[in-house]
T-cell receptor
């Protein structure tokens, strides 16, 4: 299985940008990079996904390295509500529809 | 905004009892999933369901588990004879068929906390 590596935890100050890194050195050409987050006591929530190009949506931006072996989720202005566990997940073309969650990065946001 | 709903929010049951967890996926979605998360552990995939049949299942999803879409809106997970180790949060999710298998996003419900005593 293609795997991802993320720091266990990160801290940020409120209203500052946050860059959450993810390494996926075994990624193959058709694997999509997905990010989900899980707020305390809630179900996972889709954030963003991409293949090769950088992506932006209303929640975040996804910067993908040119060699695709790493990516960074960018929250442009962290709020207290962004405190969550962020999961970087590779969706492999031949691995079905399931999401395989790792440990993720616990983001703490300080006021 | 449409959302996945789950009932009950918390279910307490005795070991050996049957439980049914209920989910109402987003109405135009065609793929349905169950995941579970034991307290303090990772979210684990259990099963996916499409076109009225199981499309994938994990090793966790043994003969004690079953899923059903009894009508056009509900999606259920049944555990026939619960064990202590079945205590966990159970999340239902759904997705559309619009995207490819590895591109489509999944939308999760708030979960049902199952406590087996």
């Amino acid at each position: 299985d293609a795997k991802t590596t993320q720091p266990n935890s990160m801290e940020s100050n409120e209203e500052e940008p946050v860059h959450l890194p993810c390494n996926h050195s075994t990624i193959s050409g058709t694997d999509y990079i997905h990010w989900y987050r899980q707020l305390p006591s809630q179900g996972p929530e889709y954030v963003i996904h991409g293949l090769t190009s950088n992506v932006n949506n209303r929640m975040a931006s996804l910067a993908i390295a040119e060699d695709r072996k790493s990516s960074t989720l960018i929250l442009h202005r962290a709020t207290l509500r962004d405190a969550a566990v962020y999961y970087c997940i590779l969706r492999e073309d031949n691995a079905g529809n399931m999401l395989t969650f790792g440990g993720g990065t616990r983001l703490m946001v300080k006021p | 905004e449409p959302e996945v709903t789950q009932t009950p929010s918390h279910q307490v049951t005795q070991m050996g009892q049957e439980v049914i967890l209920r989910c109402v996926p987003i109405s135009n979605h065609l793929y349905f999933y169950w995941y579970r998360q034991i307290l303090g552990q990772k979210v684990e995939f259990l099963v996916s369901f499409y076109n009225n049949e199981i499309s994938e299942k994990s090793e966790i999803f043994d003969d004690q588990f079953s899923v059903e879409r009894p009508d056009g809106s509900n999606f259920t997970l049944k555990i026939r004879s619960t064990k202590l180790e079945d205590s966990a949060m159970y999340f239902c999710a759904s997705s559309t068929r619009d995207r490819g298998r590895n591109e489509g996003e999944q939308y999760f419900g708030p979960g049902t906390r199952l406590t087996v005593t």
